[in-house]
């Protein structure tokens, strides 16, 4: 089986330092998405969360040593599918970005945890869970 990805934008942050995760940023950027795709952001309103699924693409080769792993969260060692580390088998991150405005295929948004130039395979609405 052959499982092929096209991005369809890339982020753009000037942030030299990022969080290793959002839950702990206030980094701002913006997700550029590719103009043929603008339309699939109808719907999307400042204020609102998204989930932003992404490539890990500086990330080196998964080899089995990567298995496990020393968390960047504990400091203790653990199973890669336990972590969130960039080093995985499918090097896809996904990260809850908070949306401040949007211009066209621009969306400004915040809590960036992704370097400059990675490129974005899906966004997603973020559902809160509604069991309470």
């Known amino acids: 089986m052959s499982i092929e990805l096209q991005p369809i934008g890339f982020v753009r942050t000037d942030a030299e330092e990022l969080p290793r995760h959002w839950s702990v940023s206030d980094v701002e950027g913006t997700l550029v998405i590719n103009e043929a795709y603008a339309e699939g952001l109808r719907g999307i309103e400042p204020g609102q969360r998204i989930v932003v699924i992404f ?73 809160e869970d509604s069991r309470g």
Do not use: C, W
């Not at 040593?65 to 896809?92: D, K, W, Y």
């Not at 996904?94 to 969306?107: C, D, K, L, Y």
């Open 55 to 127: 490539d890990f693409h500086r990330s080196p080769v998964f080899s089995s040593e990567f298995l496990r792993q020393i968390s960047g969260q504990h400091g203790r060692e653990a199973g890669v599918f336990s972590i969130s580390s960039p080093i995985r088998p499918n090097p896809i991150g996904m990260s809850v970005v908070e949306v401040f405005e949007i211009q066209g295929a621009n969306v400004a948004v915040k809590r960036i945890d992704m370097l400059d130039g990675t490129p974005i395979l899906d966004i997603k609405p973020y559902i």
